[in-house]
């Protein structure tokens, strides 16, 4: 990780503490962390919020070490739930994403600590980054996804992926449980003796 991205981490960390604000690490850096270390450029967290507060954290910003990407990112944050930032010490551009599904606050609830460069942050499991990842389905998700599979293999909670996965197949009508299956039979073979029943 760069230095301009742990400033950005650091000071977001501490800002979002400040502001009493749940939140977890997820997009590139997470993947970096959980799995094999890649490049990226930017910072993705998601915070437990409902709209009004989030609305209300932007109306905050002027205090804070970030500004708005957009000039009427009130709006963007409206109809995209996202919070599109830039770091004012560095210029990394942070995205938050606005927590309101069931899942994210799931994946909030699960977040676990880790040290980095002298402070804590709260890190999305594997688990979860996995099926961020094959929600998103783009090239570079599907990459990350096999990535973290590759690395964690039997580690990693199968039998909470597909039981969440086949929750998210039917709120969402789509389908993140057959590529799951398949990263779990090529990485973690030995897991479907114990898993069958959520086969």
Do not use: C
């Not at 932007?58 to 109809?79: H, I, K, N, W, Y």
């Amino acid at each position: 990780m760069t230095n301009d991205l742990t400033k950005t981490l650091s000071d977001l960390t501490t800002w979002l503490r400040h502001e009493h604000v749940s939140f977890a690490l997820i997009g590139g850096l997470a993947v970096g962390m959980r799995g094999e270390p890649r490049f990226t450029a930017d910072v993705d967290v998601v915070v437990g919020l409902e709209l009004d507060d989030a609305l209300q954290l932007v109306e905050r910003l002027p205090a804070s070490p970030f500004q708005p990407l957009f000039p009427d990112v009130s709006e963007v944050v409206r109809t995209s739930f996202i919070l599109p930032l830039r770091h004012l010490a560095t210029g990394v551009r942070v995205d938050v994403a606005i927590g309101l599904s069931g899942f994210e606050r799931q994946l909030l609830a699960r977040a676990d600590e880790v040290s980095l460069a002298g402070f804590t942050v709260p890190v999305a499991t594997s688990e979860d980054l996995i099926l961020m990842k094959l929600l998103a389905s783009r090239p570079r998700d599907t990459d990350d996804a096999e990535k973290l599979a590759q690395k964690q293999g039997l580690n990693l909670d199968w039998i909470y992926l597909i039981t969440t996965a086949r929750q998210l197949d039917e709120a969402l009508a789509l389908d993140v449980t057959t590529p799951l299956q398949q990263l779990r039979d090529h990485h973690a073979p030995q897991s479907r003796d114990s898993n069958d029943e959520s086969a």
